[in-house]
């Protein structure tokens, strides 16, 4: 049933259909490397992965990614691809998200597609329940939330809940005297893709590993563009592991991948503090689990201090 302050949303959404069609229709295109700075200027208050530009860049192939940046908002739509489908909810510093909402049904109406939504936060499922009350269905995937950290905390991995990270690295250390960080730089950016390519050789080959490892080598490739920053992890002056991240927005950085070569696999917890210490802001976003237990697993033993969750919702317009 839609309440009295509901139906006031509603009938302001109406005024501004009929007062926004001259704005014209939204033309999705896929990502250009030059559009860094201007989502960055719409993600500057985001926290979802999904929103750091490398990811919309470097994954629009696998999700079909296009978007459109129009007065400072960002609109994504997902063509299928991949387990994304329909449109990301709208967003920017001084997004009209009404309006944004009006553009994208008029899109969808247009294009004969169903108003389909993925990637929402529970800020927006309850935004669009507003706007269009009951016709709203959603799904929440657990596999689909991000993992949020405090920096401070992975850096430091204090207090009784981390002893058996401290121990690892403490062993670790040991059992490898020479061993050290080093911040990614174009000097050895082919040493990060040593690491990723013997990381895949160790792997049952699949499709899904294939496309991430040619999104590791654009993402080295395209790393000044792209905005990528992370760091190597050495042992007697080998590099054995790696980490690849970039900014979603000057508080939270966002790891896309980080990688050990197969002999050193006890060396993940080494370069995932490692990185924490070299960073200086609030909040690391370690991305979704996509339902691997095993990754769960590995997520959850670092205590994430926001565990983030993403719903996917249709609109019945009939």
Not at 290 to 311: E, F, H, T
Request: hydrophobic share 35%; aromatic share 10%.
């Amino acid at each position: 049933m839609i309440n009295e302050n509901t139906n006031m949303q509603l009938d302001n959404y109406d005024i501004i259909k009929l007062s926004d069609m001259e704005s014209g229709p939204l033309i999705f295109r896929k990502a250009h490397l030059n559009d860094l700075q201007d989502v960055r200027i719409c993600t500057a208050h985001c926290m979802q992965s999904d929103l750091s530009f490398a990811n919309i860049y470097l994954l629009a192939d696998k999700y079909g990614t296009e978007i459109c940046i129009r007065d400072n908002t960002l609109y994504r739509y997902f063509t299928g691809r991949g387990r994304l489908q329909g449109f990301a909810f709208p967003c920017g510093p001084e997004c009209d998200i009404k309006t944004a909402l009006f553009h994208i049904e008029q899109y969808a109406k247009e294009h004969n597609l169903p108003l389909q939504f993925c990637l929402l936060t529970d800020e927006n499922v309850d935004f669009l329940k507003q706007v269009y009350g009951d016709k709203v269905s959603v799904f929440t995937d657990r596999g689909d939330a991000d993992y949020l950290y405090r920096r401070q905390h992975l850096a430091e991995l204090n207090g009784s809940r981390f002893h058996k990270k401290r121990n690892h690295i403490a062993r670790f250390e040991r059992m490898n005297p020479n061993c050290h960080f080093e911040a990614l730089g174009v000097h050895n950016l082919s040493s990060a893709l040593e690491v990723a390519q013997k990381w895949l050789d160790a792997q049952n080959d699949s499709p899904a590993l294939r496309h991430e490892f040619k999104a590791i080598e654009n993402a080295l490739k395209h790393a000044s563009a792209l905005g990528i920053f992370g760091g190597l992890f050495y042992v007697e002056h080998r590099p054995v592991a790696m980490t690849l991240a970039s900014l979603i927005n000057e508080k939270v950085a966002d790891i896309h991948y980080e990688k050990c070569i197969p002999e050193y696999r006890d060396a993940y917890p080494m370069i995932n503090q490692a990185m924490a210490r070299h960073l200086s802001l609030e909040w690391i976003n370690r991305e979704e689990d996509l339902n691997y237990s095993g990754l769960r697993q590995a997520k959850l033993s670092y205590y994430p201090d926001l565990i983030l969750q993403k719903s996917r919702a249709t609109v019945n317009l009939c």
